[in-house]
């Protein structure tokens, strides 16, 4: 998740005074606004809890009013604090920090504790409404989901929720997984726009877990919807005769066929993005990504108009980071600072081992970079997991809990073909240094510069895998 703070306000206190908030952005959408003294409170809380080896340093107290330049200083210095608080892994998934801003986007958008109706869709469009608070978290409006629906507790797990944007025309759009630190319903009504739902998919890659849902009546009806939606957006391929077959086995009602039938087909399982540039093969490329089966697929158009196909294994991904950058609007005011406005330009990219001794960054500007990034740590968590034999249940229901070590004993993979780089003298691609320090596992880096790919805030994969010349 991409934290920022882009804005202050200056806003009128109960007895008339003034005060400036501090507005904080999660992917670009207004999450909160607060005061420096609320983000005091939070970071002596942290400190009790975790000590001040542990804890960022936090923006000094002024003892006089602050002028303009130091009203910026100082939320420039809030931002890197949040970000820095947020990609660490034991202080980003403490409760203390998560129910801070849970409370503090509930006391933004002004709504009151009190029960609510909220509609939770299937992939088959059906609507799930559920009765809950307005204040509860992720986690409690999932149970609340699976209790309506009488999904057993041991399956819960295997599922997520998701928000999405469904355009006119049907398409629709992943803006995200849902967070812990967010309230549902506050999230999904700020937004004040009908195409956006929440949805309820499976959480997992691995399609042999589907052997795990499909044993459950309730289980096996929500796979079974997702199959064949994923079906009817084109997501998963099917030609006539596989058309044929899977209406068939509906026609009879042969659920577990069905999807055992879908598993066999192409993109089975994967999420796909909207169209977006990549700068592989060449800068400048139109790129449809698909995540799934422990890759990102492209299907790149190059300028020739010629159409190329070919997958990066996340095996092969020695790290990765989203980048952000401000981006001034063509209509807005070109001055810079707080009254300026502009939007976020964001940009996955990942060092990819091409052979066995050629690392090269191959970057996606999308919208949907952060979701990209959240895929591919969810497929090298579950790897992991499947690696050192742990249970798939526990890391489904806590998988941010921790962060997870990589396996010593780890065998190399073959890889599906390449996109061939038609250019040999390609520009040059930014290079990391060749020991990576620090490594985090969660967290995203707000970078001045789209190039700007240094050695700090990596996704280091422990999943990565060297190879052999026999898989070249």
């Known amino acids: 998740m991409h934290f920022s703070i882009p804005e202050t306000e200056v806003c009128s206190g109960e007895n008339g005074s003034t005060y400036v908030a501090y507005n904080i952005h999660v992917n670009g959408v207004l999450h909160c606004r607060v005061r420096y003294s609320q983000l005091l409170g939070l970071h002596e809380q942290l400190k009790k809890e975790y000590g001040n080896n542990v804890v960022p340093a936090f923006p000094p107290k002024k003892l006089f009013t602050l002028t303009s330049a130091e009203v910026e200083q100082r939320r420039e210095q809030l931002e890197k604090y949040m970000q820095a608080v947020r990609q660490d892994p034991m202080l980003g998934a403490s409760e203390t920090f998560n129910s801070f801003l849970r409370k503090a986007q509930q006391e933004t958008q002004q709504i009151p504790t009190e029960e609510v109706h909220l509609d939770i869709y ?20 999932l149970e609340a989901v699976a209790s309506k629906l009488d999904l057993p507790d041991d399956l819960v797990g295997y599922f997520s929720l998701f928000l999405i944007r469904e355009g006119k025309d049907g398409g629709c759009t992943f803006v995200r997984k849902m967070q812990e630190f967010e309230l549902p319903f506050v ?63 509906q026609e009879k009602g042969s659920k577990k066929e069905f999807i055992r039938l879908a598993q066999t087909l192409k993109y089975f399982g994967y999420i796909k993005f909207d169209p977006c540039i990549t700068d592989f093969p060449e800068k400048g490329c139109h790129v449809i990504v698909s995540a799934g089966n422990n890759e990102l697929n492209f299907h790149v158009k190059l300028p020739n108009d010629q159409i190329k196909e070919g997958s990066f294994k996340v095996t092969r991904m020695r790290c990765w980071r989203v980048t952000s950058s401000q981006v001034p609007v063509t209509n807005g005011t070109a001055n810079s600072g707080t009254s300026g406005k502009s939007d976020i330009k964001l940009e996955l990219a990942f060092e990819y081992l091409m052979s066995k001794d050629r690392l090269q960054w191959v970057t996606v500007t999308s919208p949907q970079a952060i979701m990209m990034s959240i895929c591919l740590q969810s497929m090298v968590d579950e790897l992991m997991v499947k690696k050192s034999g742990g249970s798939i249940k526990k890391m489904l229901k806590k998988r941010h809990n921790g962060s997870l070590r990589r396996s010593d004993s780890q065998q190399a993979v073959k890889s599906p073909p390449l996109l061939d780089s038609p250019d040999s003298n390609r520009e040059p691609v930014v290079k990391l240094s060749s020991k990576l320090t620090s490594v985090t596992l969660r967290g995203i880096s707000t970078s001045n510069s789209a190039n700007d790919i ?6 280091g994969n422990y999943a990565f895998e060297g190879i052999g010349d026999d898989d070249l």
Do not use: C, F
């Open 122 to 141: 299937l992939s088959n469009r059906q609507k799930v409404k559920v009765n809950i608070l307005t204040s509860d978290q992720t986690e409690d409006v």
């Open 187 to 249: 999230s999904v009504t700020s937004l004040r726009n009908p195409e956006y739902r929440i949805v309820l998919r499976k959480s997992y890659w691995d399609s042999a877990y589907d052997n795990d849902v499909m044993d459950n009546r309730v289980g096996l009806n929500l796979l079974y919807a997702q199959t064949v939606s994923d079906i009817e957006r084109g997501w998963i391929l099917v030609n006539k005769e596989q058309h044929r077959q899977l209406k068939s086995l």
């Open 454 to 459: 240094s050695g700090n805030n990596i996704h």
